[in-house]
Every structure is written in structure tokens, then in C-alpha cells.
């Protein structure tokens, strides 16, 4: 489905208030796998080949439209570094979907990937989606991650997989959108079981001419 | 599962990247707080329009959404699958061709997807009993006393609403406190069965004071909601009715205009007289001095006014970020007799003032809310290492050592009945390992509500070794003239990680911090709000000083 972000947002759009749903996400992973690289493609599209290690935590927004709907995505970037572990963890009870992500150069931070996922499992709820993201896949020549093996993790850890690049711009917002979808997914999935009558939210509802009032007319 | 975090292990520069964000993101949190309230009064609003009263007197067959009557054989209406009321035709919302809602029931559950709350719902499924509060948000709230007003107002409000309203949706009732660290799961579970108030959503509401150990949770939020106690003495309305006004920042001449339209629905000023005569008064908050108030026109004999003026204050824009504005609406009666109306509090920060043009809108009045659950301490505390004389003998260094804690003063005492003004003291009692206890007292202070002891408290002989292991307890008592017992205001304790709150101080600057106190005399909850970095000490200014 097309998917297009809206360039008026920008700056305001922290104090913006004109969105649907905000789901918050955490990109988790081992130090200098490009978690920063990949957020920062992702809400600026920019890329600076320096590597600067995250301080504990940062985030950024972004709105997108999608599924005929604004989502704010509120897009955590975590510290790598087990110094700051404490903090991180902290921070997956409050999201709703993960980017698993490693570095298809490095061995180490592929086969830290369980790890990883143990993490999630232990600090976040049960239905936490998860994509497992191998970065830099524009390395082909320093490769030593095959796909067939992200894949295979993938599968084993019943995660969905991308190989993307932050450097060229290689399956980055496709992995967001994914991600968003696939929350979209479980909303709608919970909310049947919760109660099978509100169903409309995604599938978009007609609306009689006596609807409740669009939600923006109210202040305050 | 309060998480046990503190950022004492980061290095100066780190935690002020740390703070940093929490602080954005405390940004974001109030941004979307208010987008959820906006939806929830959209759909209470939507409710009190259906609401049947006692007043009134109604058919039996009638929509239970727009009051229309229903005939017997035409237009019938339906049982609405949600609420099983009868609805019109035309109150309903078709989810597809073979299932309808009622327009509250769609409304309800449209808020509940938008407010995120099926996730909040999936996740209570893991976490069942604690509530949903990352510990950030405990430490950044606490930060920002303000945002803790707002998150009771609105807690306030909303349970003000829906006592009030028709309970028409018997919804999932949780209603959650939080201890901070010392999380009682029997008040929890107490607070829960309380509250046979059918809250609509998710009410997370931190508890900084837990109230004395006497009073139950339920006693410590109506108090909360009718503290109405400002020094200047004034009459109290029932809050009701709207404001309607547009704020507006002139960035080429640093002004920040506040455009005053009407307000329609007020509560009379003198109920029994039916006499109102408004005016608006604003105040950019943190200052509440004569230069930061503004106010319109009187004007006479009305509950709609219109005003129609716009108030304006020179401020540079980097400034508003720490700025609330309280726009308060009020009757001036005879002789200078003033009644509140109502008022609403706007945090500048997350107001968007980039737009061209203004935009009117309307705000329900909302009752004042005073802090005095956030009874504060401040005070600094070092390591002081005296020059040793014979700095070759080791035992004549560990004496050598005092630990400094100056206590500044203390905000937001709470308010003695019997007394009124209080005679407050500090206890200082620093607990060593091996339960040794040194104690010391501050002079006390008369008839003072924000008292400024500027004491030093000093311990001596502690080795910072010892200290880890130590906990110091600082408690704040109104000093009886009469009765010979002294009267317990709030207390902290600092300490070592499982002992309370964490302490810092360090060997050569005081370490500054903001305690609030809790007010039980057993458990005090305890939150070091700031330590020594820039953003915290920006913030510890402008609360505190």
C-alpha cells in the first residue's frame, strides 16, 4: 500500500496532536550495528558514516500515513552498550513493536540475536512484534551473515526478516511500515477478542450521518 | 517492578544527554495526555447530551441517545449490541451490513483503539496487578510537579464527570496508584474495590504523599479535589461552563498574545442572588507576581460574556518552554469579593505556535489544584574532609570526615488545621551500619508556610565507605506550643540502593536535590528529584526558588 509522509510535519510535529493511534517502537541491538544509522535514515534521511555510540536513550517521531490512518511513531533508539543496560530495558515494557536489528558483517552481533530476543521476551509484553533486521547489507564484500541464516534465525524465533541498509537506503522505511502493519495487525486482533463489535477501527467504517464528532473540533 | 534505576552511574555529561530526552519525550507524553483527555470529553460530552435527569421527564419509548420518541410500529428503533439501549435509526454507526453500534458505544470504542489502551490491555494480561508507568515516567514526572497537577486534574475531573453522568457502559474499572518504589499492594488492591466510580478508561495516577496511614486513598483525593486553600481568601463556585480563547506568539516582537473571546455557561458567582459578573485574570506561571497578571474587563451581569480582548506579555520564545499559562475566570462581587469560576492551565511547551492564524477554541473550566501533595525539601549535601593533622594515622582521618547537609527549606507543607501557619523543624537522623544513629535537630521556625531553615546539618566522623551503607532520615515537624508531642509534616529518607531513595553527594560542590516527602509517617515515599546537572538544577530554580 502506498505510503507517503507528510513534509509539513517536521519540527512541530512532537506537539502535533492530528494523528490516529501512537505506537511506540525500540530498535534494540549490539553496539554498532547502525540502530542510530537506520532511525536516522528513517525519520531524517540522512546518513553520516561516523559513528558516534548512543548515549543510553534517544528517540524520534514521525508521522506516517498508513492504512488510512496518521500513526505517530514514536521510535526508540537504545544504547547498545551493556553499560546502559539498565536504562534500555526500561524502555521495552512501554513499546509495541521491536526492531531487532544486527550487522551482517559481524558474527558476533548475529549470534547475539537470541540474546536479544530473550530480552524481549523477559522485559516486554507478550504479543511484542519483532522484526529482525540484518543492517548494512550493502557490505556485500565484508559479508559474513548469509541471508539464508537471518532467515533461518528468523523463522526459528518466529520473527519477520528484512535485510536492509542504512547507507543506501536499502529496505529502511519498508521495515518500519512492516512493523506498523503488523502492530495494525494485533490492534485490530485484540480488539476482536476484547470485543468482537469493534471491529470498524480497521476496517473503516460507514458512518451514519449522526457519527461522533471528528476528534480535532474539541480543545482541551 | 518500579524499575530500580538511577542515573548516579552515568557521568555528568551522560546523564544531561539522558535528561534530555526523558525530557523530550516528557514533551511527547503531555502532547498525547492531552490529545487522549481531548477524545474522552469528546465522548463524556457526547454521553451528557444522552443523559437522562431527573429533572426532566421522559417518554417511556424513547431514544436513549437523542431523546426522541419512538413509535410503537414505525421507527422502533433497536437494542444497541453494546449498551443494550434502545437507539433511533439515526443514532447509530454501521460497522458493516449486519452490525451496528449505538453513536456512544462506536464512540467508546474508537477512543479506546485511539488511546492506545488495547495495548495497555494486552500488556495488563503480563503485568496484572502493577500499573503502567515506565519508571521514567515516575522520575520525569516527578521532575515536572507540574505535569503531576495535570494528571491529577484530570483524574479529578474525570471522576467528578462520571459521577455525575449516566454510567451507561459498565467498563473495566482500574484505577492504579503508584507507591514509587514502595508499591503496597494492600492499598492497591484497597484503591481498586474503592472506586465504585465506573472510571471509563485507565486512570494512572502516581501518588507522591500516601496519605496517613488513617485516612484511606479515597479520603486523600477528594481532598485533593476541593483544595481551594490560596492565601487570599475568595468564594468558591460549582465549576461549570467553557472558556473560548486563542493563543498566539508574535515572533518578530517576542510577544505572546492571549486573545480572550467569551465563556459561555458560567456558574453564577453568587448562586443564591443569580448574580455573575466576570473578568478573566492570567498569570504566566511559574511567576504569580503583579508583572506576570493580566485580566480583562468586569463584565456585568452575565454567565456568557463576551470579552473579545487580547492580553499580551513580552517574552522570548525560548522562555515559554518553562511557562504554564493560568488562565482563571472570576465574579467580582461587592467590596472586592471575588468568586472562582474556573480556570485552565495551558503548559506552553507543547503549544504548537507556528501556525499563521489563531485558533479560537473552547476549554471547560476546570476547579484549582493546588500542590499540597507535593510537599518539597530542599537542601545540599557534601563529603567534607577536614585537613588532617596527622595525615600519616588512619584513624585520625576517618574522624576527620563530616558529612554536610544544609537544608534550605521546604515548600508546600501541608496546612494544620488547628494551627493554620506551622512551627516547623527538621530531624536529621543519619542511621549508620549497626544501627547507630546520630541525630540532630534545626531550630524551629514560627508560623511559617514555606519555611527557610538554611541549617547545617553536620555529622561527624562518617567515612564515605560508611555512608554507602547508611541511610539519613529527614523528617519535618510542626513544633505544638500546647500538646506536648510534635505533629509529623512529611519526611524523606535517603540512602543506600534498597534503603529508600538514592543519595549523592560528593566530596568538594554540594550536591543539590529537591526531596518531596511523603506524608505518612511509616512509609515515606521519597523521590530525589534532582542532582547535579544543569537541566535539573534549571528545573529545581524554577519550582523552588
Known amino acids: ?220 | 517492578m518500579a524499575c530500580e534505576f538511577n542515573l548516579n552511574f552515568l557521568k555528568e555529561l551522560e546523564r544531561e544527554a539522558v535528561l534530555e530526552v526523558l525530557y523530550r519525550d516528557q514533551m511527547v507524553r503531555k502532547t498525547e495526555e492531552e490529545r487522549i483527555r481531548k477524545m474522552k470529553q469528546q465522548l463524556q460530552q457526547l454521553r451528557w447530551k444522552g443523559a437522562k435527569n431527573a429533572r426532566h421527564e421522559y417518554q417511556e419509548r424513547s431514544c436513549a441517545r437523542c431523546q426522541k420518541s419512538l413509535g410503537l410500529l414505525v421507527n422502533r428503533g433497536a437494542v444497541c449490541n453494546g449498551c443494550s439501549h434502545r437507539v433511533c435509526s439515526e443514532c447509530r454507526v454501521c460497522l458493516n451490513p449486519c452490525l451496528w453500534k449505538c453513536t456512544i458505544c462506536y464512540a467508546h470504542g474508537d477512543v479506546k483503539v485511539k488511546a492506545g489502551e488495547w495495548f495497555f490491555e494486552e500488556r495488563a494480561k503480563k503485568y496484572p496487578v502493577y500499573l503502567f508507568i515506565c519508571w521514567h515516567n515516575t522520575l520525569i514526572v516527578t521532575l515536572f510537579n507540574k505535569s503531576v497537577e495535570n494528571l491529577f486534574l484530570s483524574l479529578t475531573t474525570h471522576i467528578k464527570k462520571i459521577s455525575k453522568s449516566q454510567n451507561d457502559m459498565a467498563d473495566r474499572c482500574v484505577l492504579t496508584t503508584d507507591y514509587g518504589k514502595n508499591v503496597e499492594r494492600r492499598k492497591q488492591r484497597r484503591s481498586q474495590s474503592d472506586t465504585a466510580i465506573n472510571v471509563t478508561s485507565r486512570v494512572s495516577i502516581l501518588l507522591y504523599t500516601v496519605s496517613s496511614c488513617k485516612s484511606c486513598f479515597r479520603g486523600s483525593l477528594y481532598s485533593l479535589s476541593s483544595t481551594c486553600t490560596e492565601s487570599g481568601n475568595f468564594g468558591k463556585a460549582n465549576i461549570t461552563g467553557e472558556i473560548e480563547f486563542a493563543l498566539k506568539y508574535n515572533f518578530r516582537a517576542c510577544i505572546l498574545e492571549i486573545c480572550i473571546k467569551a465563556c459561555k455557561n458560567l456558574a453564577y458567582g453568587e448562586e443564591k442572588r443569580k448574580k455573575c459578573n466576570p473578568y478573566v485574570k492570567v498569570y504566566l506561571l511559574p511567576d504569580k507576581s503583579p508583572w506576570s497578571k493580566r485580566k480583562t474587563a468586569v463584565k456585568k451581569s452575565t454567565v456568557d460574556p463576551e470579552f473579545d480582548e487580547t492580553l499580551k506579555y513580552k517574552i522570548e520564545h525560548s522562555q515559554l518552554r518553562s511557562r504554564q499559562l493560568q488562565i482563571s475566570v472570576w465574579h467580582a462581587g461587592a467590596l472586592k469579593y471575588r468568586v472562582f469560576l474556573g480556570e485552565v492551565v495551558i503548559p506552553l511547551a507543547a503549544w504548537n505556535f507556528e501556525e499563521d492564524s489563531m485558533q479560537f477554541d473552547w476549554y471547560p473550566l476546570k476547579p484549582k489544584v493546588i500542590p499540597s501533595f507535593c510537599a518539597s525539601l530542599y537542601l545540599k549535601s557534601k563529603m567534607w574532609r577536614k585537613l588532617a593533622p596527622f595525615s600519616g594515622n588512619k584513624d585520625q582521618g576517618v574522624l576527620n570526615c563530616q558529612l554536610q547537609v544544609m537544608i534550605f527549606g521546604a515548600k508546600n507543607l501541608p496546612m494544620l488545621r488547628s494551627a493554620g501557619m506551622v512551627n516547623s523543624f527538621v530531624k536529621g537522623c543519619l542511621i549508620l551500619p549497626g544501627q547507630a544513629e546520630v541525630k540532630q535537630k534545626s531550630p524551629v521556625l514560627k508560623k511559617e508556610a514555606c519555611p527557610q531553615w538554611k541549617h547545617l546539618f553536620v555529622f561527624d566522623g562518617v567515612t564515605p565507605a560508611q555512608l554507602q551503607q547508611s541511610c539519613l532520615h529527614l523528617t519535618v515537624w510542626h513544633k505544638s506550643i500546647f500538646s506536648s508531642s510534635d505533629q509529623f509534616l512529611g519526611g524523606a529518607k535517603l540512602g543506600a540502593k534498597d534503603q529508600g531513595c538514592q543519595w549523592k553527594f560528593s566530596e568538594k560542590p554540594f550536591v543539590s536535590m529537591v526531596i518531596f516527602m511523603g506524608q505518612s509517617h511509616a512509609k515515606t515515599s521519597t523521590e530525589i528529584v534532582c542532582s547535579n546537572s544543569h537541566r535539573a538544577l534549571h528545573i529545581f530554580k524554577d519550582l523552588f526558588l
Open chain 1, 1 to 220: 500500500m502506498a505510503s507517503a509522509t507528510d513534509s509539513r510535519y517536521g519540527q512541530k510535529e512532537s506537539s502535533d496532536q492530528n494523528f490516529d493511534y501512537m505506537f511506540k517502537i525500540l530498535i534494540i541491538g549490539n553496539s554498532s550495528v547502525g540502530k542510530t544509522s537506520f532511525l536516522f535514515r528513517y525519520a531524517d534521511d540522512s546518513f553520516t558514516p561516523a559513528f558516534v555510540s548512543t548515549v543510553g536513550i534517544d528517540f524520534k517521531v514521525k508521522t506516517i500515513y498508513r492504512n488510512d490512518k496518521r500513526i505517530k511513531l514514536q521510535i526508540w533508539d537504545t544504547a547498545g552498550q551493556e553499560r546502559y543496560r539498565t536504562i534500555t530495558t526500561a524502555y521495552y515494557r512501554g513499546a509495541m513493536g521491536f526492531i531487532l536489528m544486527y550487522d551482517i558483517t559481524n558474527e558476533e552481533s548475529f549470534n547475539a540475536v537470541q540474546d536479544w530476543s530473550t530480552q524481549i521476551k523477559t522485559y516486554s509484553w507478550d504479543n511484542a512484534q519483532v522484526l529482525l533486521v540484518g543492517n548494512k547489507c550493502d557490505m556485500e564484500d565484508e559479508r559474513v551473515v548469509s541471508s539464508e541464516k537471518g532467515r533461518q534465525l528468523a523463522e526459528h524465533l518466529g520473527f519477520e526478516f528484512f535485510e536492509a541498509s542504512a547507507k543506501d537506503n536499502i529496505n529502511v522505511k519498508q521495515t518500519f511500515e512492516r512493523l506498523v502493519d503488523i502492530i495494525c495487525e494485533k490492534m485490530s486482533e485484540s480488539l476482536d477478542t476484547a470485543d468482537p463489535a469493534v471491529t470498524g477501527a480497521k476496517q473503516g467504517p460507514q458512518l451514519t450521518d449522526q457519527q461522533a464528532p471528528p476528534h480535532q473540533d474539541c480543545a482541551c
